[in-house]
């Protein structure tokens, strides 16, 4: 099946102001459990730096984040974790964006963002631009 061995602990990004796209996370949650996928939730771009920055290093494979957050948004918070003295502050970071133009996408890129995924969110999708990054 695809990716049946992919183990992976993922710093999932998200915001609770669209709670459309809350409910449709937890149920992409339940499906990333037979991927075996440790799935750390932050409700928004600060939350998910400070979780980073306390965190062991190389304790995460990847970081999903959105890029419309409230606090701060996601361009901030990948800037602001890879300023951070760690052997991890390279770790894969992943927008999920509803926005597919271009010009976006070097937004992201120059702040740091390995990659995207657009909405709506869906496993397969996430899976497979992970699978990218992520030595199984």
């Not at 991927?35 to 920055?53: L, P, R, S």
């Not at 901030?76 to 964006?97: G, H, L, N, V």
Request: overall charge neutral.
């Amino acid at each position: 099946g695809l990716c049946d061995d992919f183990l992976s602990i993922v710093l999932l990004v998200i915001s609770i102001i669209i709670s459309l796209q809350k409910a449709h996370l937890m149920s992409l949650a339940l499906r990333w459990k037979k991927y075996n996928a440790v799935i750390t939730k932050a409700v928004n771009g600060q939350e998910a730096v400070d979780i980073f920055e306390k965190s062991e290093p190389n304790s995460f494979d990847a970081i999903l984040m959105d890029i419309m957050m409230p606090v701060m948004d996601g361009i901030a918070a990948t800037k602001a974790i890879r300023a951070m003295e760690r052997p991890d502050a390279d770790i894969p970071i992943i927008a999920m964006t509803a926005n597919a133009f271009a010009d976006d996408f070097k937004r992201n890129k120059e702040a740091g963002m390995n990659d995207r995924i657009s909405k709506p969110l869906d496993a397969r999708k996430i899976i497979s631009v992970l699978s990218r990054y992520i030595e199984k």
